[in-house]
């Protein structure tokens, strides 16, 4: 009985945050609501302990949304993210809040960090929204003085959803995050 009032409370579930605090992510949503309307959505796996996961065990459908970079007010992510729960809330017939999207979303099956293959300064070649192929070059990795420098190159395509926010880099460390686009 309680997982039944649950349900019939919460029917829809969105999660808002910004991306990691050496990392920025650009408008990308994590949903099963295509009206939300961001640039790119990603399916993703359901992570231990989050309340995407405390939702999903009662069959709520939750729309995970990241934008802009933590401890920065990014108005153009708060935008973005107000006027997709508001189109949200009009699919779902609880009012007439805002118009649709402009355009359709990137729908990726997965995502992932291309990290680093050792440690000293990055300097990215690349800018958040760029579709890539493999091989494209993503960076360099050099050392303070710029005498030993790596490329860092795509694995595989995709477009470009986050970006290390820190030059300095630790071997592991994850510099570009790409959406899995068959690019």
């Known amino acids: 009985a309680a997982a039944s009032s649950r349900s019939q409370v919460a029917f829809e579930a969105i999660v808002a ?19 939300f309307g961001a640039p790119v959505m990603i399916h993703s796996r359901v ?11 009662y069959g709520i459908p939750t729309l995970v949304y990241e934008g802009g970079a933590p401890h920065r007010f990014d108005d153009f992510a708060v935008e973005a993210g107000v006027k997709g ?30 990290r680093a293959r050792r440690s000293g300064l990055f300097r990215t070649t690349v800018t958040l929204g ?13 050392d303070a003085f710029g005498d030993v420098a790596l490329d860092v190159r ?27 686009t068959g690019r």
Request: positive net charge; without cysteine.
């Open 47 to 57: 992570r231990d302990g989050s309340l995407r996961e405390a939702a999903t065990r």
């Open 130 to 142: 760029d579709q890539l192929r493999e091989g494209d070059l993503l960076g360099i990795i050099s």
């Open 17 to 35: 945050r910004t991306g990691s605090s050496r990392t920025s992510s650009p408008l990308h949503a994590r949903p099963r609501i295509a009206a």
């Open 154 to 180: 795509a694995t595989e395509g995709g477009t470009v959803i986050g970006l290390a926010l820190n030059p300095l880099v630790s071997q592991g460390d994850a510099l570009v995050h790409l959406a899995r």
């Open 85 to 114: 729960v508001l189109r949200v809330l009009t699919a779902l017939g609880m009012g007439r809040f805002a118009q649709p999207a402009r355009s359709r979303s990137l729908v990726a099956p997965s995502s992932f960090w291309v």
